[in-house]
């Protein structure tokens, strides 16, 4: 049987108690940034939310054969401590007494379920471990001194027998440069970051995608129904490199803005109707990059389907901001505030010279080539 198919059937731990919806929301919007520190650094990947635990990192989202488990707990204040990390609460209403796991015997139960598979075991918190450094980032437990990790591999042994020392060199303490009161925003800072990583400085307004691509891993770390295939993890539970990919193409196709340089030279206006022109050009700028206004979308659906009557024919850039002009007038005058001649005459050349149709209207632009560059 297939990792992918194991990672199905086996049974997940029962859930230990209800998180609180801060610290809910914490685990995955740094589930999210797990996505920007790794997506540079991995060909295929796919990151699962609440599923065996808190967050699993595979090496595919086809056919995984390694995995990395993390566990995401927070506090206000203060640090763990070794006896923290090994706290075991009591069942509730069980006569023979038994106990929860604690959070290193529920983290260790990964590697037990998939000893071949796990790569690393991860216990992640916005604050520091009591006995070892303090400071952002990963660090193997095994570092501790040779006191505490002794202490350390015996509390585990008391839950899971067959614990070495080697599979316990897999376990690492990660503290989260991720606050507990200001994630959000934290989170968009470092989407900020990894847009100009991956795609360099751009001029983006990053509200709109901000907010889809957080409610994509909301949305997936509070999916409660039946995973009953590979594939139904992938697609209700994970958020995988090609997902990631989306996104930044969807930053690369807003960021492929018509030159108005370019553009300004084909109109046939008076100098200072073409100063209005490029003034309103460039605070539409902002306001075309930004996918949520939808007042504007549904002007824009409207100036588009005109530009589709007319693809294939001869018409100049004037003639055709005038014909189309007329024809979506009164819609922008309940659309756009505040409106101005200029700024629909601007909304008009934005869609001819970046939407695409099906006719000749994009030939308008003789030299496209030139205006790229």
Known sequence: MSFAERLISEPQREKSGETGYERFDYQ????????FAHHGSSEDYAIAFEFHDDIVLLDSEQTPTRARFYQVKTRDKGHWTLTDLYRRKPKKDDPAGAKLPSFMGKLFSNYVLFPDETEQLNFVS???????????????????????????????????????HAAVSLMHYVQADLSLHDSSAHIKG??????????????????????????????????????SSFSDLIQKKSITRSQVEG????????QALPDWATISQQLSVGALELANLTREWQRYRAVALD?????????????????????????GVNELVDEIYLEVKDLAQVSVTPFSNARLKVMILYEVFSHET????????????EAQS
């Open 291 to 315: 996918a949520g206004n939808e007042a504007i979308n549904v002007l824009r659906d409207r100036i588009r389907s005109e530009l589709q009557k007319r693809a294939g024919g001869s018409h």
């Open 358 to 369: 099906t006719g000749e209207v994009q030939t308008i632009d003789p030299e496209p080539s």
């Open 126 to 164: 916005n604050v520091p471990c009591a006995f070892l450094p303090s400071a952002s980032g990963a660090c193997q437990l095994v570092t501790c001194d040779p006191d505490t990790l002794t202490k350390f591999i015996s509390k585990l042994a008391e839950e899971h027998p067959g614990a070495t």
């Open 190 to 227: 470092k989407l900020n970051e990894f847009i100009f990583e991956q795609i360099g400085s751009v001029e983006f307004n990053p509200d709109t995608l901000y907010k889809a691509i957080v409610e994509e891993c909301r949305t997936r770390s509070k999916y409660t129904g039946i995973i």
């Open 28 to 35: 995955a919007l740094w589930g999210l940034a797990l996505i």
């Open 247 to 254: 996104w930044l193409d969807l930053v690369r196709t807003r």
